[in-house]
């Protein structure tokens, strides 16, 4: 996890949020991308331009409740953390995000995803995220600008993309046990004995 401690002055001090349009260039995307850290074999699957991340502690119940206080400047700088401004991927292996000032990233295995599902509060359409162990996500998406190489999409489509791909994982939770590797992450064979990806030892 993050440590977001220096983004406490500001978040203790802010007033509410102002949701504007956003944009990413083709250079800013391809440093994003070129930082994204993907492992041999690991490919992109969705991509999401996000105005704010609020990380918090709990089963997903009060997400929602902890995105309306963030919004209207009420929330509690003792109880969150955040990134802001940057590039939501999901691959077939991890949930990235890469903030795009310093190309800070935040990873979460799927194999750790709990659920996810999306609402809308005001004009903001958030992805939320709660992982088996504790933690959750609610990413915020910008509503994006004509030139932006990421388009975001609608509220309806942002659905069908997030439960599909819930869906998805599910599906693959259910199949036949799996070896996760410990080095790239991808799920092996529970029979073999080396990762087929990266060929290292499974333990």
């Known amino acids: 996890m993050c440590d977001m401690a220096k983004m406490n002055d500001w978040l203790s001090a802010r007033e509410v949020m102002e949701f504007k349009m956003g944009k990413i260039s083709d250079s800013e995307y391809k440093a994003c991308m070129d930082n994204l850290g ?75 995803l709990g659920g996810m599902g999306c609402f809308r509060y005001k004009d903001h359409s958030t992805i939320g995220v709660v992982t088996v162990d504790g933690y959750e996500y609610g990413f915020l998406l910008w509503r994006t600008e004509n030139s932006s190489v990421v388009q975001n999409p609608s509220q309806n489509e942002l659905s069908k993309q997030i439960q599909k791909f819930g869906m998805e994982q599910k599906l693959l939770a259910n199949e036949a046990p799996v070896r996760t590797c410990k080095y790239c992450g991808a799920g092996n064979k529970i029979d073999l004995f080396r990762c087929v990806n990266c060929g290292a030892l499974l333990t």
Do not use: A, M
Request: no cysteine.
């Open 38 to 112: 993907l492992l041999e074999g690991e490919k992109k699957e969705l991509e999401y331009l996000i105005q704010e991340v609020i990380i918090g502690r709990g089963d997903g119940s009060r997400l929602e409740y902890l995105i309306q206080e963030f919004v209207n400047g009420h929330s509690d700088s003792s109880k969150i953390d955040t990134l802001e401004n940057g590039l939501l991927v999901f691959t077939n292996i991890n949930l990235i995000f890469i903030q795009q000032e310093d190309y800070l990233r935040l990873v979460v295995p799927l194999t750790q």
